[in-house]
Nanobody, 121 residues
């Protein structure tokens, strides 16, 4: 069994900062990419940022220069530092990990439960 547990969401004023964390635990053999997605009301889930096990990062254009993704491989944890937040960043943020379990032979997607980020104007 594998769990991804997120923390760090909340309410912040425009221009403020938040830091999200996501820790993966359970029967994990290896984690490949980890990332953050978000879904605003009435919109599709979209990629915010992801990072490979080697530290290569990728960002949505809308967050470049404001958000920073990082990870601690020893802790199976991924972080998202969000600065200069805007009202349009308001969404539920989901953690994602592409991993292989100790009993499996394939790489599969796992998701956290989501954490709400609300940016007031």
């Amino acid at each position: 069994q594998v769990q991804l547990v997120e923390s760090g969401g909340g309410l912040v004023q425009a221009g403020g900062s938040l830091r999200l964390s996501c820790a993966a635990s359970g029967s994990i053999a290896r984690i490949n990419a980890m990332g953050w997605y978000r879904q605003a009301p009435g919109k599709q889930r979209e990629l915010v940022a992801d990072i490979t096990s080697g530290g290569v990062t990728n960002y949505a254009d809308s967050v470049k220069g404001r958000f920073t993704i990082s990870r601690d491989n020893a802790k199976n944890t991924v972080y998202l530092q969000m600065n200069s937040l805007k009202p349009e960043d308001t969404a539920v943020y989901y953690c994602n990990a592409v991993l292989r379990t100790t009993w499996g032979t394939t790489w599969d997607d796992y998701w956290g439960q989501g954490t709400q980020v609300t940016v007031s104007s």
